[in-house]
Protein backbone atom coordinates (compact mmCIF):
# COMPACT_ATOMS: atom_id res chain seq x y z
CA UNK A 1 0.00 0.00 0.00
CA UNK A 2 1.23 3.68 -0.76
CA UNK A 3 2.03 5.65 2.13
CA UNK A 4 -0.44 7.66 3.07
CA UNK A 5 0.43 11.50 5.07
CA UNK A 6 -1.47 12.91 7.76
CA UNK A 7 -1.40 16.42 4.98
CA UNK A 8 0.36 16.39 0.90
CA UNK A 9 0.59 20.11 1.04
CA UNK A 10 2.66 19.14 -2.48
CA UNK A 11 -0.73 17.67 -3.49
CA UNK A 12 -1.88 21.11 -2.59
CA UNK A 13 0.46 22.90 -4.93
CA UNK A 14 0.19 20.92 -7.73
CA UNK A 15 -3.69 21.90 -8.39
CA UNK A 16 -2.69 25.61 -7.80
CA UNK A 17 0.95 25.81 -8.70
CA UNK A 18 0.61 28.64 -11.61
CA UNK A 19 -1.53 31.01 -9.71
CA UNK A 20 0.62 30.76 -7.00
CA UNK A 21 3.67 31.15 -8.77
CA UNK A 22 2.11 34.33 -10.60
CA UNK A 23 1.35 35.96 -7.17
CA UNK A 24 5.00 35.31 -6.24
CA UNK A 25 6.96 36.75 -9.25
CA UNK A 26 4.08 39.71 -9.20
CA UNK A 27 5.27 40.82 -5.54
CA UNK A 28 8.82 39.52 -6.33
CA UNK A 29 8.67 42.64 -9.41
CA UNK A 30 7.24 45.29 -7.26
CA UNK A 31 9.80 44.16 -4.60
CA UNK A 32 7.31 45.70 -1.90
CA UNK A 33 8.00 43.34 0.35
CA UNK A 34 6.43 44.85 3.78
CA UNK A 35 2.66 46.45 4.10
CA UNK A 36 2.25 45.97 0.34
CA UNK A 37 -0.80 46.34 -1.80
CA UNK A 38 -1.35 42.54 -1.48
CA UNK A 39 -1.47 42.70 2.41
CA UNK A 40 -4.10 44.86 2.17
CA UNK A 41 -5.98 43.74 -0.51
CA UNK A 42 -5.78 39.95 1.67
CA UNK A 43 -7.11 41.52 5.03
CA UNK A 44 -10.06 42.88 3.20
CA UNK A 45 -10.97 39.69 0.92
CA UNK A 46 -10.80 37.65 4.52
CA UNK A 47 -12.04 40.05 6.28
CA UNK A 48 -15.55 39.87 4.24
CA UNK A 49 -14.79 35.82 3.85
CA UNK A 50 -15.24 35.83 8.04
CA UNK A 51 -17.94 38.71 8.13
CA UNK A 52 -16.24 41.11 9.78
CA UNK A 53 -15.45 44.69 8.85
CA UNK A 54 -11.21 44.53 9.45
CA UNK A 55 -8.70 42.26 9.19
CA UNK A 56 -4.99 42.88 10.21
CA UNK A 57 -2.48 40.67 9.22
CA UNK A 58 -0.03 39.82 11.65
CA UNK A 59 2.92 37.49 11.70
CA UNK A 60 1.48 33.88 13.04
CA UNK A 61 -1.87 32.57 15.45
CA UNK A 62 -0.01 33.28 18.81
CA UNK A 63 0.49 36.86 17.84
CA UNK A 64 -2.97 37.78 16.39
CA UNK A 65 -4.01 36.59 20.37
CA UNK A 66 -1.05 37.95 21.88
CA UNK A 67 -1.57 41.73 20.23
CA UNK A 68 -5.89 41.39 20.12
CA UNK A 69 -5.06 41.08 24.75
CA UNK A 70 -2.41 43.68 24.52
CA UNK A 71 -4.97 45.94 22.28
CA UNK A 72 -7.69 45.66 24.77
CA UNK A 73 -5.54 46.78 27.74
CA UNK A 74 -4.81 43.55 29.09
CA UNK A 75 -1.97 43.51 31.78
CA UNK A 76 -0.11 41.98 34.93
CA UNK A 77 -2.77 40.90 37.22
CA UNK A 78 -5.73 40.27 34.96
CA UNK A 79 -7.08 36.59 34.18
CA UNK A 80 -8.33 35.31 31.33
CA UNK A 81 -10.24 32.35 31.04
CA UNK A 82 -9.58 29.91 27.95
CA UNK A 83 -9.55 25.93 27.52
CA UNK A 84 -7.95 23.62 29.39
CA UNK A 85 -8.51 21.61 25.89
CA UNK A 86 -6.27 23.44 23.69
CA UNK A 87 -3.01 23.70 21.70
CA UNK A 88 -0.35 25.54 24.46
CA UNK A 89 -0.23 28.94 21.93
CA UNK A 90 -3.86 29.94 23.82
CA UNK A 91 -2.40 29.74 27.06
CA UNK A 92 1.05 31.48 26.10
CA UNK A 93 -0.45 34.36 24.66
CA UNK A 94 -2.05 35.35 27.96
CA UNK A 95 1.14 35.22 29.52
CA UNK A 96 3.00 37.00 26.99
CA UNK A 97 0.96 39.95 27.96
CA UNK A 98 1.50 39.13 31.73
CA UNK A 99 -2.02 37.99 32.83
CA UNK A 100 -3.03 34.43 34.34
CA UNK A 101 -4.58 31.94 32.07
CA UNK A 102 -7.48 30.50 34.32
CA UNK A 103 -8.15 26.82 32.17
CA UNK A 104 -11.63 25.26 32.41
CA UNK A 105 -12.82 21.98 31.00
CA UNK A 106 -13.73 20.83 27.31
CA UNK A 107 -17.32 19.67 26.44
CA UNK A 108 -17.01 15.69 26.16
CA UNK A 109 -18.65 15.57 22.96
CA UNK A 110 -17.32 18.39 20.98
CA UNK A 111 -14.15 19.06 22.70
CA UNK A 112 -14.92 22.53 22.90
CA UNK A 113 -14.54 24.77 26.14
CA UNK A 114 -18.28 23.78 28.55
CA UNK A 115 -19.95 27.02 28.62
CA UNK A 116 -22.07 26.22 31.92
CA UNK A 117 -18.61 25.60 33.35
CA UNK A 118 -17.08 29.15 32.37
CA UNK A 119 -18.97 31.04 35.41
CA UNK A 120 -17.19 29.37 38.42
CA UNK A 121 -13.78 30.16 36.86
CA UNK A 122 -14.81 34.31 36.81
CA UNK A 123 -13.58 35.97 39.43
CA UNK A 124 -12.89 39.71 40.16
CA UNK A 125 -10.08 40.05 38.29
CA UNK A 126 -11.32 38.21 34.82
CA UNK A 127 -11.26 40.68 31.74
CA UNK A 128 -11.99 38.15 28.60
CA UNK A 129 -13.06 34.80 27.45
CA UNK A 130 -11.36 32.89 24.81
CA UNK A 131 -12.95 30.67 23.19
CA UNK A 132 -11.43 28.06 20.85
CA UNK A 133 -12.80 26.80 17.84
CA UNK A 134 -11.42 23.45 17.88
CA UNK A 135 -10.80 21.00 15.20
CA UNK A 136 -12.78 22.96 12.24
CA UNK A 137 -16.65 23.66 14.53
CA UNK A 138 -17.73 26.38 16.73
CA UNK A 139 -17.59 26.63 20.50
CA UNK A 140 -21.35 27.61 21.42
CA UNK A 141 -21.09 31.08 21.60
CA UNK A 142 -24.12 32.25 22.80
CA UNK A 143 -24.49 31.31 26.51
CA UNK A 144 -20.27 32.70 25.83
CA UNK A 145 -21.24 35.92 24.46
CA UNK A 146 -24.15 36.15 27.04
CA UNK A 147 -21.72 36.20 29.89
CA UNK A 148 -19.58 38.32 28.33
CA UNK A 149 -22.40 40.91 27.96
CA UNK A 150 -23.66 39.98 31.68
CA UNK A 151 -19.97 40.37 33.29
CA UNK A 152 -18.82 43.33 30.92
CA UNK A 153 -15.70 40.72 29.38
CA UNK A 154 -14.56 41.04 26.10
CA UNK A 155 -14.76 37.58 24.12
CA UNK A 156 -11.72 36.96 21.91
CA UNK A 157 -12.11 33.85 19.61
CA UNK A 158 -9.42 31.16 18.55
CA UNK A 159 -9.97 30.54 15.30
CA UNK A 160 -7.18 29.37 14.15
CA UNK A 161 -8.63 26.12 13.33
CA UNK A 162 -11.51 27.21 11.85
CA UNK A 163 -11.15 29.07 8.72
CA UNK A 164 -14.84 28.99 7.13
CA UNK A 165 -17.04 27.41 9.85
CA UNK A 166 -20.19 28.72 10.87
CA UNK A 167 -22.16 29.38 14.24
CA UNK A 168 -25.77 29.05 13.64
CA UNK A 169 -25.15 30.64 10.06
CA UNK A 170 -22.89 33.49 11.39
CA UNK A 171 -19.06 33.26 10.15
CA UNK A 172 -16.46 32.47 13.18
CA UNK A 173 -14.59 35.66 13.05
CA UNK A 174 -17.61 37.85 13.46
CA UNK A 175 -18.89 36.90 16.78
CA UNK A 176 -15.96 38.34 19.48
CA UNK A 177 -14.50 41.71 19.67
CA UNK A 178 -11.97 40.30 17.57
CA UNK A 179 -11.11 36.92 16.08
CA UNK A 180 -7.41 35.41 15.61
CA UNK A 181 -6.80 33.46 12.73
CA UNK A 182 -3.41 31.43 12.26
CA UNK A 183 -2.29 30.57 8.58
CA UNK A 184 0.36 28.08 9.86
CA UNK A 185 0.70 25.64 6.06
CA UNK A 186 -1.02 22.74 7.48
CA UNK A 187 -4.02 24.90 8.46
CA UNK A 188 -7.45 24.73 6.14
CA UNK A 189 -6.61 28.03 4.38
CA UNK A 190 -2.59 27.58 5.19
CA UNK A 191 0.84 30.28 3.73
CA UNK A 192 3.68 29.11 2.86
CA UNK A 193 5.37 30.02 6.54
CA UNK A 194 3.69 31.41 9.37
CA UNK A 195 1.04 34.05 9.31
CA UNK A 196 -1.98 35.42 11.34
CA UNK A 197 -4.72 37.63 11.35
CA UNK A 198 -7.02 39.43 13.96
CA UNK A 199 -10.65 40.12 12.19
CA UNK A 200 -13.06 42.39 14.30
CA UNK A 201 -15.68 44.94 13.61
CA UNK A 202 -14.38 47.77 15.61
CA UNK A 203 -12.97 50.32 13.44
CA UNK A 204 -10.80 51.92 16.50
CA UNK A 205 -9.30 48.79 18.05
CA UNK A 206 -8.34 47.67 14.26
CA UNK A 207 -6.69 51.19 13.65
CA UNK A 208 -4.84 50.74 16.79
CA UNK A 209 -4.15 47.06 16.18
CA UNK A 210 -2.12 48.08 13.30
CA UNK A 211 -0.30 50.61 14.76
CA UNK A 212 0.48 48.45 17.29
CA UNK A 213 2.09 45.63 14.98
CA UNK A 214 3.78 48.07 12.97
CA UNK A 215 6.32 49.42 15.75
CA UNK A 216 3.17 51.44 17.29
CA UNK A 217 3.65 53.86 14.84
CA UNK A 218 0.96 55.43 11.81
CA UNK A 219 3.35 57.11 10.19
CA UNK A 220 7.06 56.01 9.74
CA UNK A 221 9.09 57.44 12.52
CA UNK A 222 5.88 58.66 14.85
CA UNK A 223 5.30 56.03 17.05
CA UNK A 224 2.21 56.47 19.21
CA UNK A 225 2.61 53.43 21.64
CA UNK A 226 4.89 50.42 22.42
CA UNK A 227 4.43 48.40 20.07
CA UNK A 228 5.99 45.42 17.90
CA UNK A 229 7.41 44.41 14.45
CA UNK A 230 4.65 41.61 13.93
CA UNK A 231 3.34 42.11 10.14
CA UNK A 232 2.40 39.41 7.66
CA UNK A 233 4.80 39.48 4.82
CA UNK A 234 3.29 40.59 1.49
CA UNK A 235 4.39 37.61 -0.16
CA UNK A 236 2.73 35.32 1.77
CA UNK A 237 -0.87 37.49 1.82
CA UNK A 238 -0.50 36.67 -2.00
CA UNK A 239 -0.81 33.33 -1.74
CA UNK A 240 -2.99 33.30 0.32
CA UNK A 241 -4.80 35.26 -1.51
CA UNK A 242 -4.88 33.10 -4.47
CA UNK A 243 -5.61 30.15 -2.13
CA UNK A 244 -8.86 32.21 -0.47
CA UNK A 245 -10.33 31.18 -3.94
CA UNK A 246 -10.94 27.70 -3.69
CA UNK A 247 -11.28 27.19 0.38
CA UNK A 248 -14.92 27.04 0.39
CA UNK A 249 -14.22 24.10 -2.19
CA UNK A 250 -11.45 22.44 -0.18
CA UNK A 251 -13.71 22.88 2.79
CA UNK A 252 -16.81 20.62 1.10
CA UNK A 253 -14.15 18.24 0.50
CA UNK A 254 -12.93 17.93 3.81
CA UNK A 255 -16.85 16.98 4.86
CA UNK A 256 -16.77 14.74 2.18
CA UNK A 257 -13.75 12.95 3.26
CA UNK A 258 -15.19 13.05 6.76
CA UNK A 259 -18.60 11.82 5.75
CA UNK A 260 -17.15 9.14 4.14
CA UNK A 261 -14.26 8.24 7.16
CA UNK A 262 -18.10 7.61 9.32
CA UNK A 263 -19.67 5.46 6.80
CA UNK A 264 -16.67 3.12 6.72
CA UNK A 265 -15.91 3.27 10.37
CA UNK A 266 -19.15 3.25 12.04
CA UNK A 267 -19.79 0.45 14.81
CA UNK A 268 -16.07 -0.61 14.63
CA UNK A 269 -14.12 -1.62 17.90
CA UNK A 270 -14.71 0.87 20.36
CA UNK A 271 -14.49 3.69 18.39
CA UNK A 272 -15.99 6.71 18.70
CA UNK A 273 -16.08 10.41 16.95
CA UNK A 274 -16.06 13.67 17.38
CA UNK A 275 -19.84 15.25 18.06
CA UNK A 276 -21.38 17.32 15.26
CA UNK A 277 -23.99 19.81 16.91
CA UNK A 278 -26.37 21.32 15.25
CA UNK A 279 -25.55 25.15 16.03
CA UNK A 280 -22.21 24.19 14.23
CA UNK A 281 -20.61 23.70 10.84
CA UNK A 282 -17.57 21.67 10.55
CA UNK A 283 -14.47 22.19 8.17
CA UNK A 284 -12.91 19.54 9.39
CA UNK A 285 -9.31 20.66 10.10
CA UNK A 286 -9.06 17.67 12.01
CA UNK A 287 -10.89 14.52 11.38
CA UNK A 288 -10.75 12.56 15.11
CA UNK A 289 -11.51 9.22 16.62
CA UNK A 290 -11.22 8.08 19.72
CA UNK A 291 -10.47 4.63 21.50
CA UNK A 292 -9.01 3.28 24.48
CA UNK A 293 -6.15 1.48 22.23
CA UNK A 294 -5.54 5.11 20.63
CA UNK A 295 -1.41 4.49 21.01
CA UNK A 296 -1.87 0.90 19.44
CA UNK A 297 -3.82 1.59 17.10
CA UNK A 298 -1.03 4.35 15.83
CA UNK A 299 1.64 2.03 16.03
CA UNK A 300 -0.24 -0.13 13.52
CA UNK A 301 -1.15 1.95 11.42
CA UNK A 302 2.07 3.95 10.95
CA UNK A 303 3.63 0.57 10.30
CA UNK A 304 1.28 0.49 7.42
CA UNK A 305 2.43 3.58 6.58
CA UNK A 306 -0.45 5.86 7.43
CA UNK A 307 0.60 8.59 9.17
CA UNK A 308 -1.17 9.78 11.87
CA UNK A 309 -0.64 12.80 14.79
CA UNK A 310 -2.46 13.21 18.61
CA UNK A 311 -3.83 16.36 19.40
CA UNK A 312 -2.86 17.18 22.19
CA UNK A 313 -1.37 14.34 24.39
CA UNK A 314 -0.49 16.67 27.47
CA UNK A 315 -3.12 19.19 28.79
CA UNK A 316 -2.01 22.59 29.12
CA UNK A 317 -2.09 22.33 33.12
CA UNK A 318 -0.01 19.07 32.91
CA UNK A 319 2.34 20.52 30.84
CA UNK A 320 6.14 21.61 32.71
CA UNK A 321 5.57 25.56 31.44
CA UNK A 322 2.16 25.89 33.13
CA UNK A 323 3.21 23.87 36.79
CA UNK A 324 2.53 27.91 38.66
CA UNK A 325 -0.93 27.75 38.10
CA UNK A 326 -0.89 24.67 40.46
CA UNK A 327 -3.27 22.57 38.92
CA UNK A 328 -2.64 18.17 39.66
CA UNK A 329 -4.22 15.36 37.48
CA UNK A 330 -7.75 15.10 37.56
CA UNK A 331 -8.88 18.71 38.24
CA UNK A 332 -10.07 18.39 34.22
CA UNK A 333 -11.19 15.29 33.93
CA UNK A 334 -12.97 15.40 30.49
CA UNK A 335 -10.10 17.10 29.11
CA UNK A 336 -7.25 14.98 30.22
CA UNK A 337 -9.86 11.79 29.30
CA UNK A 338 -9.57 13.31 25.61
CA UNK A 339 -5.36 13.69 25.33
CA UNK A 340 -6.02 9.83 26.11
CA UNK A 341 -8.28 8.96 23.62
CA UNK A 342 -8.02 11.18 20.96
CA UNK A 343 -6.77 10.55 16.97
CA UNK A 344 -6.44 12.54 14.41
CA UNK A 345 -6.46 10.55 11.19
CA UNK A 346 -5.26 12.35 7.17
CA UNK A 347 -7.65 14.92 6.76
CA UNK A 348 -6.92 17.37 3.36
CA UNK A 349 -8.78 18.39 0.35
CA UNK A 350 -6.96 16.76 -2.06
CA UNK A 351 -7.04 12.75 -0.02
CA UNK A 352 -8.69 10.28 -2.40
CA UNK A 353 -11.42 7.68 -1.55
CA UNK A 354 -8.64 5.00 -2.27
CA UNK A 355 -6.58 6.85 0.41
CA UNK A 356 -9.87 7.07 2.89
CA UNK A 357 -10.38 3.14 1.99
CA UNK A 358 -7.06 2.26 2.72
CA UNK A 359 -6.90 3.77 6.18
CA UNK A 360 -10.16 2.92 7.42
CA UNK A 361 -9.37 -0.83 6.02
CA UNK A 362 -6.18 -0.87 8.16
CA UNK A 363 -8.32 0.78 11.13
CA UNK A 364 -10.92 -2.35 10.97
CA UNK A 365 -7.86 -4.80 10.42
CA UNK A 366 -6.51 -3.28 13.80
CA UNK A 367 -9.92 -4.12 15.85
CA UNK A 368 -10.44 -7.18 13.90
CA UNK A 369 -7.13 -8.99 14.91
CA UNK A 370 -7.96 -8.30 18.72
Known sequence: MEPVPFVDLAAQYRSIG?????????????????????????????????????????????????????????REGD????????????????????????LVDCDPGTYNIDPERIEAALTRRTRAIIPVHLTGQAADMDPILDIGKRKQLHIIEDAAQA??????????????????????????????????????????????????????QDTKYHHHERGVNSRLDTLQAAVLSVKLKYLKTWNEARAKHAQQYHQMLEGVGDLTFQQRPNFSTHVYHLFIIETERRDQLQKYLMA????????????????????????????????ERAAKRMLSLPMYAELSEAQIEAVSGSIRAFFASE
Open 18 to 74: NEVDAAIKRVLSRCNFILGAELEEFENEFAGFVGAMHGVGVSNGLEALRLSLQALGI
Open 79 to 102: EIVIPANTFIATALAVSAVGATPV
Open 163 to 216: HGTLYKGRPCGSLGITACFSFYPGKNLGAYGDGGLIATNDSELATKLRRIRNYG
Open 304 to 335: AGIQTIIHYPITIHLQKAYADLGHKEGDFPES
